[in-house]
């Protein structure tokens, strides 16, 4: 398929490998977009990082599970990428997150991550080799108690982010994770000039899920985000702040209360 220029494959059923999908996608010579939905996967052979052929590919939508080594991998196949979405990327005490060199991603400016127990060295290695294109940024991310440190981020948005318009994060970690960093503590550690001046606000929710307290900081406006967590809030303060939180655009609802497990 010489002249194939976009691409969307839907695999409903678990692929035996899924690597070996992307090796082919990668050889399509004039590809501008691919979207790879998929369950999830058995294992699946390594993936070479390309050195010499490199794909076409401009914007990348991934629906599935990526090991953070086959994530750093895949971008080393794409440098022409300009929008980057990743539904799950996970790390795991059963794969070694490998050193990499850095990979040059000129053209990037959208990018849209939900990491699951990925930790916040990482991301950061991630983001400094990718590109300073970056102009928004999604990302969900769970249970690293960095990724609620302000001061990181501050420092990381100044010095590999200068372009970064729209910030829109949701990180979300269990009470007992939490030693001896607060909720609070996010909002005290913050320049708070730095963060008006770009209208970059963030709000938190507490909810109970099995006995046990779970905390969310998320963006609030002027952020139009699609997926929403709804949570039982605890105290006036956060009731006042989710009063001001626009959520017009949301097309899928997640609803958490302290008084029910259920999931709708």
């Avoid at 979207?35 to 390309?50: I, N, Q």
């Avoid at 953070?68 to 990743?86: A, D, K």
């Avoid at 010095?159 to 318009?165: K, Q, T």
Wanted: glycine content about 0%.
């Amino acid at each position: 398929m010489p002249n194939l220029s976009s691409l969307t494959i839907n695999c409903p059923n678990n692929l035996t490998n899924k690597n070996f999908i992307f090796q082919q996608i990668f050889l399509l010579p004039v590809l501008k977009y691919c979207k790879l939905s998929f369950e999830e996967t058995d294992k699946s052979d390594s993936l070479s990082v390309a050195t010499t052929k490199h794909s076409s590919i401009e914007q990348l939508t991934i629906i599935g599970k990526v090991n953070v080594n086959e994530f750093i991998t895949i971008l080393s196949y794409i440098p022409q990428i300009r929008r980057l979405s990743v539904s799950n990327i996970y790390e795991s005490s059963k794969y070694q997150t490998k050193k990499f060199n850095p990979i040059v991603l000129n053209h990037l400016t959208h990018v849209y991550l939900n990491m699951k127990d990925v930790n916040f060295d990482n991301f950061e290695s991630i983001i400094k080799n990718m590109s300073h294109q970056i102009q928004v940024l999604y990302i969900s991310t769970k249970n690293d108690e960095l990724f609620t440190t302000a001061n990181h981020w501050q420092e990381l948005i100044v010095s590999h982010l200068p372009n970064l318009r729209i910030f829109d994060i949701q990180h979300r970690y269990s009470s007992h994770k939490m030693n001896h960093l607060t909720y609070n503590d996010f909002f005290k550690q913050q320049n708070f000039s730095f963060w008006f001046q770009r209208k970059w606000f963030f709000n938190y929710d507490i909810y109970n899920h099995e006995g046990e307290n779970q905390i969310i900081i998320y963006s609030t406006n002027p952020y139009r985000r699609k997926q929403y967590t709804l949570c039982d809030e605890i105290n006036e303060d956060i009731d006042r702040n989710f009063e001001k939180t626009s959520i017009h655009s949301v097309k899928q609802l997640e609803i958490r209360t302290k008084k029910s497990n259920n999931e709708l």
